[in-house]
């Protein structure tokens, strides 16, 4: 098992429990919770997915991600009281889901030929689309468009990835320098709660 | 006509008279109730089609689908002061519509090669998708999220119906079996005001 | 470069601007206002090729369109304050992306061999589902769902096209005619603020 899949399960789980989360706090039934963990773990991979026309998406080629993300789903329906102590723990698998989300997107997006915005734009939908979807459907305005460093280091991280591909980077280095820059903007940002301008600031 | 497809535009129907209730209830105008009733209708049908990389969706190809979901939509939008009296009738046919999407969206799912888990996840997107979208469309948290047996009747009917595949049923009596387990459930939870847990409880 | 292509371009510089206002209003931050802008630009035509399985997108071959609509966007966030004065203009504008996107989804749809519900309902989609996901990102029912003759004048043009096409029509003028048709009565319900019905009038 490559590190990068390793990574990507360890960003499932992680994605996994904070839609379960979520639909917890917003008073959802079991089932509910279960489609929120689902939906956040696997659903930016699965519009990209869409995008590109490989049908059908990753997580039916290779259930190991629904199983995955339905157990933790349950897992944190059961475990509940007993997470917050995790709170910090699932910030730091979170940020790493978010830099592996992002380079898997970005590159699927160059291997499929796709442009240079397009590929930055899918890597984004890789790492963002699963929890805008879960905030729609908890009836909030996703958390992502209106404040955090969260997007900003997607994004940093896509155009970064595009950039060295298009330099002849040797493909492992290329991932592995994206996927880190990712998880460590975000996680200075969360430390030193760095934000987007607005425009009425 | 064979059954399954003359109980699937029983559910058609009924799903699209929910949608467009919903619809005006949140005081949307005549296109907005169109939208609700067709979406209600057809979009969980839809969504397993773009997933599975069938295009264009089941309805674009038999346009019957669509005739009839605009047409339900358009005497809900004329008769509604007239419908209180139809809210018990409304329920069972709408119980039809679930047990039967449940086990085409399986069976579905199975014929294009899906695993266990996605043919049971094909199957309950197939019945739920679309009263999720409409509750999204009218700004609410999904109904299916958050109470009653609704998605688990088709949760419990998608199970059994790959069990029943996979133990090499015959193929007309495992639909049956299934979808009548679905209905059962859902109109048994309706009379005893059955309800999943929360983590809250 | 054709007329129609000029005005596709048009339309979606408009929409991008719709979408970022949107985004600014929610206040989001400047990743938010460019996720609204692209979304209203590109995301109907995006959910149009989807259904007919035209992959990628039409925005993915052409990146023309997105980056248009990046470019508006971050336009648009920095000079909101100034463009008060541009309201007017932004409804002329709106109203020819309507026109132009409502007859290339519907003539699309047809070259796909939609048949005439799913051809009209093709067009419809293109030139308003932009519109209905950037309202639900930002957590609020769709206007065009609740008010304003918007839909309907999409809907006519959409009709109208097929019509013209199924009599045999110059290609050209028939989505000259089409179009047209659209932006006037787009224009004609701004100016005498008329609407459609709703159930409980």
Chains 1, 2, 3 share one sequence.
């Not at 992680?14 to 773990?41: Q, W």
């Not at 930016?44 to 933790?72: H, I, M, Q, S």
């Not at 978010?98 to 590929?119: C, H, N, Q, R």
């Amino acid at each position: 098992m490559s590190l990068l899949y390793a990574l990507d399960l360890v960003g499932t789980a992680a994605f996994a429990a904070s839609g379960a989360l979520a639909g917890i706090r917003r008073k959802m039934d079991l089932f509910g919770v279960m489609v929120l963990g689902l939906v956040t773990a696997i659903g930016g991979g699965t519009l990209r997915d869409l995008l590109l026309g490989d049908n059908p998406p990753f997580c039916f080629k290779n259930e190991t991600y629904l199983y995955l993300a339905v157990a933790v789903s349950l897992l944190t329906f059961a475990l509940y009281r007993h997470m917050n102590s995790m709170r910090q723990s699932l910030l730091f698998f979170d940020a790493i889901g978010l830099g592996t989300f992002v380079v898997i997107g970005t590159e699927k997006a160059l291997y499929f030929k796709l442009g240079l915005l397009g590929a930055v734009i899918m890597g984004v939908i890789t790492a963002t689309a699963g929890g805008i979807t879960r905030d729609v459907l908890a009836n909030q305005i996703p958390l992502i468009l209106r404040k955090e460093i969260y997007a900003s280091a997607c994004l940093t991280g896509s155009i970064l990835l595009v950039l060295l591909v298009h330099a002849g980077t040797d493909r492992s280095l290329a991932l592995l320098i994206a996927a880190a820059t990712v998880i460590a903007v975000r996680l200075l940002a969360i430390r030193f709660n760095w934000a987007l301008p607005r425009a009425q600031d």
